[in-house]
């Protein structure tokens, strides 16, 4: 039997200022194969606390498939609920987190309408790349976390901005362009992010190798104030992605460098003595 209560008694509304998830890199992309742990408040407004309720994530991906979901519910005589979540996304891609309060509407509330929020999150492959680059001025630092470039694949670009304090920069404008071996595999004009980070993908790579990436910066303000930006304008910066460098390889090169080192400083020695 559904729980009855008397109107304004109880109103149960998320806190989206309250959403935590952890598990983020240092551009706060998310990786898959990541643990994502996911808490969020529940608060009741209303007057009266004693009552149970239900409360729900979904994951969807961005084709509309539900990719996780969990539940819980609360205890009696509450006021502020701290939901958890632990999800594990498998893949890469645009995942929206929809979190809903007292889903199988087992309470009446004052408000039906505030027991839903979404978000949206991005989740990069495990093997990302991540690239900096900084203004003239030194004011803007540009990140771009990737996944390395492969053959026959699109490549997920995460482009963030930054200023001196490292926080992210609201209202940026700018465009962006990618290029694999001289040709263009991804372009973007006047893009715009309210903050600071945004995604792009290439069209499918023809090869592994490195990705150019140019920056124009178009400067800070609303789309609809151009008249009024601040900072850079029309500044370009450079950056590379590159394939991921196996740690085996990498060993190895040094071993090489520091071999024929070795072997440069005896032969300088076996000369001096003669």
Do not use: C
């Amino acid at each position: 039997m559904p729980a009855i209560y008397a109107e304004d008694d109880v109103d149960l509304v998320w806190l989206p200022d309250t959403i935590r998830i952890t598990g983020a890199s240092e551009s706060a992309t998310y990786k898959a194969g990541q643990t994502l742990s996911i808490s969020a408040d529940v608060q009741n407004i209303g007057k009266e606390n004693y009552m149970v309720a239900q409360f729900r994530l979904q994951v969807i991906d961005d084709l509309g498939n539900i990719v996780f979901q969990s539940s819980n519910k609360s205890e009696l005589e509450i006021e502020n609920v701290s939901m958890k979540y632990d999800w594990v996304p498998e893949m890469r891609g645009v995942y929206k987190l929809v979190f809903d309060a007292d889903f199988t509407n087992q309470v009446i509330e004052k408000n039906e309408d505030n027991n839903h929020f979404e978000m949206t999150i991005k989740v990069i492959d495990s093997e990302s790349v991540l690239t900096k680059s900084v203004s003239s001025d030194g004011t803007i630092n540009v990140y771009v976390e990737s996944d390395p470039p492969k053959i026959g694949e699109e490549m997920y670009m995460y482009v963030t901005f930054t200023g001196v304090d490292e926080k992210k920069i609201e209202h940026i404008n700018y465009a962006i362009t990618g290029k694999q071996d001289g040709e263009l595999v991804f372009f973007a004009d006047n893009a715009y992010e309210a903050e600071g980070e945004g995604l792009h993908i290439t069209r499918v790579l023809d090869s592994d190798s490195p990705v150019d990436i140019q920056v124009t910066i178009l400067g800070i303000g609303l789309q609809s104030d151009q008249p009024n930006w601040t900072g850079p304008k029309g500044e370009v910066v450079s950056l590379q992605v590159i394939p991921e460098f196996p740690i085996a390889l990498l060993v190895l090169a040094s071993t090489i460098g520091m071999l024929v080192i070795f072997t440069a400083k005896t032969h300088r020695l076996i000369q001096s003595a003669r």
